[in-house]
C-alpha cells in the first residue's frame, strides 16, 4: 500500500509509460505466451502507425498523431492495401484533420473514406453510420448544417436497423443530434435527445465515465442558453471534476467545460471569475493547437463579448479583431460564429460612433445568419438588438422600433415552437 502511495504523485510519469507501453505493444506485437517481442508483420505497417496515432488523438495531442497518421496512409496506398485498409486511413485523418481545425481537408477524406466503406460493406453496415456520424460533424463545424441534418438522420436510421432502442452505441449518435438542434436554436427538441442519450449513458458508461461528463457539458450549455443557470452550474460542476481527474487540471480537452462556466458567471455578473475561465481556455486551446484554430477564435469572441459588457472597450476592440480575423480565415465569412464576431465588432464601432461601419456588419452578420439558418433564430434577434442600439444612436426611431417588433415576433414564435430562451443566446 506504501508503495501504491509512493507512485500516486507521479501521476505524469505513469501516463507517459502507459503511452509507451501501447506504442511497444503495437510496434513490436508482444508476445505474450513467449513473453518476448516480435517484428511486426509486412502489411500491417499501416495499421501500427494508425494505433499509434490514434493513442495520441485520444489525448488530444494532434499535431504528434498527423506525421503517424499521414505516414499511414501514405503506406497504405503504395503497399496496394485493401479497400478496407484504406478507408480507416482516410477516415482516421478526416477526425484528426477537423480537430485541428482543417475542415476542408477533413471533409474531402471523409468523403473519400466513406465511399470505399460504401464498396466494402453493404449499405446500412453500423461502420458506415460512424463515418455518416463524422461527415455531419465536419459539416457542423463548417457551419453547414442543412447538409449536416440528412447526413446524420441517415446515420441513425442504420444504426436503428440494426440495433435494439436501449443499445449504448445509440447514445453518440442521439448527442450529435441534439447538438445539431440547439445549433439550430431547438432547444426543447434536444433536450429530449440528451435526457434520451443520458439515460443510456449512465446505464452503460455510468456517471463518473468521461463520455458521460462530455454529454453533462453540453447539457449544461444548453441550459445557459435556455437562461437556466443553476442547474447549468450544478451539471458543469460535475463534470469538470469528471475530466480534471482524467485529464488534469490544465488539459486544453477540458476548453469548452471552462467556457460554459464563465458563461454562467457572465450571467451572474461575476466578470473576473468569468474572465479567468476564458483567458484559461484561451491560453489552453492556443499552446497547443496555435493561435490561428477555429476554436482559439471562438474563446477570443466571448471573451470580446465579456471585455464589451464590462465596458472594457479598449481590451474588447483588440479582442475582437482578432476574433473576427481568425474566425473569417479559419471558417469563412459566411460561418455563423464568424457573423457573431462581425457583431461584436459592429456594437464596438457603434460606441466609437462608426455607424455606416457598424450598419455594414450588422448587415452582413443578418444575412449569413438568415442564410444558415432562419429568420427565427436566437441569434438573428441578437443581431437585430445591435441594430437597434444602432438605429437610437443615429436617431432613426422609427427603424428601430420596427425591428424592436420583429425580435418580439421571433421571441414569441420561439417561445410557443421551442421553449424559453435566456436573453443572451449567443452559441
Avoid at 432613426?396 to 420596427?402: G, R
Amino acid at each position: 500500500m506504501a508503495a501504491v502511495k509512493e507512485l500516486l504523485p507521479k501521476r505524469k510519469n505513469v501516463k507517459n509509460f502507459a503511452f509507451a507501453l501501447v506504442c511497444c505493444l503495437v510496434l513490436f506485437n508482444v508476445d505474450v505466451v513467449q513473453g518476448r517481442p516480435s517484428p511486426i508483420k509486412r502489411g500491417c505497417s499501416s495499421r501500427a502507425l494508425r494505433a499509434m496515432a490514434r493513442v495520441y488523438m485520444a489525448y488530444g495531442d494532434y499535431t504528434k498523431a498527423q506525421p503517424l497518421a499521414e505516414q499511414a496512409l501514405t503506406l497504405a496506398k503504395t503497399k496496394d492495401s485493401s479497400d478496407l485498409q484504406l478507408s480507416l486511413c482516410l477516415i482516421d485523418l478526416a477526425w484528426l484533420y477537423k480537430n485541428q481545425g482543417k475542415l476542408a481537408d477533413a471533409e474531402r477524406m471523409c468523403k473519400s473514406g466513406l465511399k470505399l466503406q460504401e464498396k466494402v460493406y453493404y449499405k446500412d453496415h453500423p461502420y458506415i453510420a460512424y463515418t455518416l456520424r463524422n461527415l455531419s460533424s465536419i459539416y457542423q463545424e463548417q457551419g453547414k448544417y442543412r447538409q449536416a441534418k440528412p447526413v446524420l438522420e441517415r446515420a441513425m436510421d442504420i444504426m436503428q436497423k440494426t440495433h435494439p432502442p436501449d443499445d449504448q452505441v445509440i447514445a453518440p449518435f442521439q448527442v450529435d443530434i441534439a447538438e445539431l438542434l440547439v445549433a439550430q436554436g431547438n432547444f426543447a427538441e434536444a433536450e429530449i435527445y440528451y435526457q434520451s442519450a443520458l439515460a443510456l449513458i449512465n446505464n452503460s458508461y455510468g456517471p463518473n465515465h468521461l463520455y458521460t461528463a462530455s454529454v453533462l457539458g453540453s447539457i449544461a450549455k444548453l441550459y445557459t442558453l435556455q437562461g437556466r443557470y443553476n442547474e447549468a452550474e450544478t451539471l458543469i460542476n460535475g463534470a469538470l471534476v469528471i475530466q480534471q481527474k482524467v485529464y488534469g487540471p490544465d488539459h486544453h480537452l477540458i476548453a469548452p467545460t471552462w467556457l460554459t462556466m464563465a458563461r454562467i458567471y457572465k450571467a451572474k455578473e461575476d466578470y473576473a471569475g468569468a474572465e479567468k475561465l476564458v483567458q484559461r481556455a484561451l491560453d489552453a486551446v492556443e499552446n497547443k493547437q496555435g493561435s490561428e484554430h477555429p476554436l482559439v477564435g471562438k474563446v477570443l469572441n466571448l471573451l470580446g463579448e465579456l471585455y464589451i459588457t464590462d465596458g472594457k472597450y479598449a481590451e474588447a476592440e483588440r479582442i475582437c479583431r482578432r476574433a473576427a480575423n481568425v474566425l473569417e480565415s479559419s471558417l469563412g465569412e459566411d460561418n455563423d460564429f464568424t457573423a457573431m464576431a462581425f457583431n461584436n465588432l459592429a456594437r464596438l464601432y457603434i460606441h466609437k460612433g462608426n455607424y455606416a461601419r457598424a450598419n455594414e456588419l450588422c448587415q452582413k452578420a443578418l444575412q449569413t445568419l438568415e442564410n444558415v439558418f432562419d429568420r427565427n433564430h436566437p441569434n438573428v434577434a441578437v443581431v437585430l438588438e445591435t441594430m437597434v442600439q444602432l438605429h437610437h444612436k443615429a436617431g432613426n426611431l422609427a427603424e428601430a422600433a420596427k425591428l424592436d417588433q420583429r425580435i418580439e415576433e421571433i421571441r414569441a414564435y420561439r417561445q410557443v415552437a421551442y421553449g424559453p430562451i435566456a436573453m443572451d443566446s449567443k452559441q
